[in-house]
């Protein structure tokens, strides 16, 4: 398989075929990839957080309410 130097790849991370792919290179690509995995992973974790800490406030601001209308 043959690819090209990531130094060169294009905006979206892909390279093209032109330079074998070396050892190095690939531990690279490898590392690229689990990187933007956990990239991924954290930022689907950060929107549940994000929508997990709105429910609670939500919560918390209606049980004040409630409790100032008592």
Avoid: F, H, W
Wanted: hydrophobic share 35%.
């Amino acid at each position: 398989m043959a690819r090209r130097n990531p130094s060169s790849m294009s905006g979206d991370g892909q390279v093209s075929e032109a330079e074998p792919i070396t050892p190095a290179l690939a531990e690279s690509l490898e590392r690229t990839e689990m990187l933007q995995a956990q990239l991924k992973s954290s930022e689907r974790l950060n929107e549940y957080y994000n929508a997990v800490v709105a429910e609670l406030r939500a919560s918390l601001e209606q049980i004040e309410a409630e409790d100032r209308a008592s």
